[in-house]
């Protein structure tokens, strides 16, 4: 047992690393009291999460009911034609963490439906928890995009060099899944049981993986469009790489035991022709991690963008410095 004193919640939210005057914007709420109630409420668990994640590069916070026209109605602070959007298959997104610039510094700005947000204000209700742990994760964003800015930057959300159009293909492949597995890495302690709907969503992912790849493979053979086959076929299995790295990120930031999600160790260890590839997906970001906040170039990340094109590779798709082939 330790002799040093508890702190205090005063003296715990001192330490946080969160803005002290954190902006909101709130949209469609009844009224005033209301929207103020659950911004100062959403502050505080902000604050909360900001003592043992570093969240000083928070831009804002936007919470409103009509998400995905909020989501269009953020100051990214850079033109981009990329469109935000909230997803809509297998999960349901509900909660954003994009990348924005303020003076010309990056930072990032959280995004959340004020429809569930709005639970926290229940502590003792059935969502409150899942919907603390979303609210967590977000904030696993901001620590994670300012620990990958601070180690190599004027990458993200900039122009910039990767020496090749492969290697640019290669880091931008795996870019999503590295980003969820380590938000989900950092944020699992907060609610180590989100692991069910993390297992759930691995096999939402997984069902109907093949046929969709057999979709793109049989557009290919009628249109001849081997760019759009590639983007698909990649965007497939980049997809279920990334909802296995919510997984397996949440596992690893907990003590690793994969018996925490019994029908996902039931799939690894089936001899399921994917699992290889999952097995290998979990050393490389594993490796990335060990050298979390130290790395030196993008090139670190590249493990997983070239695990997806291994997969790609089993259906004829070939990416290399030559150029596409797909046969």
Request: aromatic share 14%; net charge negative.
């Amino acid at each position: 047992m330790s002799d040093a004193p508890e702190q205090t919640i005063e003296e715990l939210l001192a330490t946080s690393t969160a803005p002290a005057n954190i902006p909101f914007e709130l949209k469609g709420f009844a009224d005033e009291q209301t929207a103020k109630a659950l911004a100062d409420k959403t502050a505080t668990y902000i604050r909360y999460i900001g003592s043992r994640l570093n969240l000083e590069d928070l831009a804002g916070v936007t919470m409103a009911f009509d998400y995905a026209k909020a989501l269009t109605e953020i100051d990214r602070g850079y033109e981009t034609q990329h469109v935000l959007t909230p997803s809509t298959e297998i999960a349901h997104g509900v909660a954003m963490a994009p990348g924005v610039f303020r003076d010309g510094v990056l930072k990032t700005y959280l995004a959340f439906n004020a429809g569930i947000l709005s639970h926290l204000m229940d502590p003792e209700g059935e969502y409150f928890s899942q919907v603390y742990y979303q609210l967590a994760h977000e904030c696993g964003h901001v620590h994670d995009r300012t620990a990958f800015d601070v180690a190599i930057p004027g990458l993200l959300q900039r122009p910039y060099d990767f020496g090749s159009e492969l290697a640019r293909i290669k880091f931008s492949l795996g870019w999503d899944s590295w980003c969820e597995y380590a938000a989900t890495r950092l944020s699992a302690s907060f609610y180590p049981e989100q692991v069910v709907q993390f297992e759930e969503t691995f096999f939402a992912a997984l069902d109907g993986l093949d046929e969709r790849v057999d979709v793109a493979m049989d557009a290919f053979r009628e249109d001849g469009d081997g760019w759009k086959c590639f983007r698909a076929v990649t965007g497939e299995y980049g997809r279920f790489l990334t909802f296995t790295s919510y997984l397996i990120g949440h596992l690893n930031g907990l003590d690793g035991d994969v018996d925490r999600a019994p029908k996902f160790k039931e799939f690894v260890q089936s001899g399921n022709w994917l699992a290889r590839y999952l097995i290998e997906l979990d050393e490389i970001l594993e490796g990335i991690w060990s050298n979390y906040g130290e790395w030196k170039s993008f090139e670190e990340f590249n493990g997983i963008g070239e695990l997806i094109l291994l997969l790609a590779a089993t259906h004829g798709v070939h990416l290399t410095e030559d150029g596409l082939a797909i046969y």
